[in-house]
C-alpha cells in the first residue's frame, strides 16, 4: 500500500499546503491503491476536468488532482519530512514500513538520518533504564536520576536538527551499550558524570546538549573509569602488602 502511494507522488506533481498535500496531473493507473486511500480517509477529494468527483466516478487512465490528508497519511506510514516524523514518534520506534518525503526513504533502507534517530531513541531507553522515576507531561518523556547527592531532572527533548547535526554516531552507541549493561562499577561510574556534565544545564537543553557533546560525555566518563581503575588498583596492591607485612610480622612473633 505504502510503495503504491509512493509511485503515484512519484508520478505527479506534488505541492504541500498547511495539513493537506495536493498532487496534480495524475494519471490513474492504480484504482485499487486511490480506493484503499479514500476508505481510510486519506484522500479529502478528488478533481476531475475541474469538477469534484467521487471514487466511483473514476477510471484507469483518469488524469485527475487529488487533495490528501497529511494526518491521515501518517496512519498508512507516510510522512512529508523528517521533523513531522519525530515529532510524531520522539520515543518509539514504529513497527510498520514508513517513507519520509524530504529525506526520500523508506525506514528499511540505508539512510543515516533514520540511523541517527533510531539511535537516539536506543541512548534515550539505556538512560531510562536507570533512571529512579519516569513519567511523561505535556507528550515529553521526562526521568529522574539519582546518586547519593545529587538529583538530575532530564526531559527528553529533542528535533529533527539534533538528527541531523549528529557527528558522531560511534559515540552514541557506545554509551548506549555501556549504559545497557548489568550492574557494573563502570555503568555507574557512566551515570554519575552523566548527572554532572548535565547538571549546570538548562533543563529543557539538557538532552539537546548531551547529543551535541556526546563525544565530550564519552571521553570524560571512560576518563573518570580510567582513574577509578588506577585508583582501585593501587588501594587493592596496598591493602595486599599490608596482609602480607602483618602476616609476616605475626610469624615472626610465633
Not at 490513474?28 to 479514500?38: F, V
Not at 478528488?46 to 466511483?56: E, L, P, R, S
Not at 483518469?62 to 520522539?90: C, Q, V
Not at 528499511?108 to 534517530?117: K, L, T, V
Amino acid at each position: 500500500m505504502l510503495n503504491r502511494f509512493i509511485n503515484i507522488i512519484n508520478s505527479s506533481t506534488v505541492c504541500i499546503v498547511e495539513d493537506s498535500i495536493f498532487i496534480s496531473n495524475h494519471i490513474i493507473n492504480d484504482l485499487d491503491c486511490l480506493n484503499s486511500l479514500d476508505t481510510q480517509e486519506c484522500i479529502n477529494s478528488f478533481n476531475k476536468n475541474g469538477n469534484i468527483v467521487t471514487f466511483a466516478d473514476l477510471v484507469i487512465g483518469d488524469t485527475i488532482n487529488i487533495e490528501l490528508s497529511l494526518l491521515h497519511l501518517m496512519a498508512i506510514g507516510y510522512y512529508e519530512n523528517l521533523e513531522s516524523f519525530i515529532r510524531k514518534n520522539p520515543y518509539s520506534i514504529p513497527a510498520q514500513l514508513l517513507y519520509i518525503r524530504d529525506i526520500n526513504s523508506f525506514s528499511d533502507g540505508n539512510n543515516n538520518e533514520i540511523d541517527y534517530y533510531k539511535n537516539v531513541i536506543y541512548l534515550i531507553n539505556a538512560i531510562k533504564s536507570n533512571a529512579r522515576h519516569c513519567y511523561s507531561e505535556i507528550e515529553i518523556d521526562i526521568s529522574w536520576i539519582f546518586r547519593e547527592d545529587k538529583v538530575l531532572l532530564l526531559p527528553f527533548i529533542y528535533d529533527n536538527t539534533d538528527i541531523i547535526q549528529i557527528t558522531n554516531i560511534d559515540k552514541i552507541k557506545s554509551v548506549s551499550l555501556m549504559l545497557s549493561e548489568m550492574d557494573t562499577d563502570k555503568k555507574f561510574i557512566y551515570i554519575n558524570e552523566l548527572i554532572d556534565f548535565l547538571s549546570s544545564e538548562n533543563e529543557n537543553r539538557r538532552f539537546k546538549f548531551l547529543l551535541s557533546h556526546i563525544a565530550e560525555f564519552a571521553d570524560r566518563a571512560n576518563n573518570a573509569y580510567q582513574y577509578y581503575i588506577r585508583n582501585f588498583s593501587y588501594n587493592k596492591l596496598k591493602t595486599e602488602l599490608d596482609n602480607a607485612a602483618l602476616d609476616y610480622s605475626k610469624k615472626i612473633q610465633s
